[in-house]
């Protein structure tokens, strides 16, 4: 079951349980979702959603990081008045071993490829 939100700043993320494949590969299949990911995995924290210099609307943005929070990709936690985004690397690896990297490989080689 989801974690409930506990005040309008406490958001809703899935337990490790209830992460599913489908919704992670979902969660990875756009380019722009696939790209804040990128981003968090190059670095050891946490980024702000001002961080990211997406080429898209703010409420697109939005949508993308709530995707990725309700897949159990990331983790956001407001620190102060900032948004902070951290990949959930660990619960990800313990539920499909090698399926991040191996993704992140690839999406960092077809950057090379085409330009992006």
Known sequence: ??????????????????????????ALSDPMRL????????????????DFELPVTKSTTTHHFRVLRESGVIRQVYRGTA??????????????PGLLDVLLDAAGRQAVRVGG
Do not use: Q, W, Y
């Open 1 to 26: 079951m989801t974690s409930p939100a506990v005040s309008s700043r406490d958001l809703p993320h899935p337990v490790r349980d209830e992460i599913r494949l489908e919704g992670v590969l979902h």
């Open 35 to 50: 790209r804040i990911v990128r981003e968090l995995a190059s670095v050891s924290g946490e980024l702000s959603c001002s």
């Open 83 to 96: 948004k902070m985004n951290g990949l959930r690397r660990e619960d990800l690896d313990e539920l499909f």
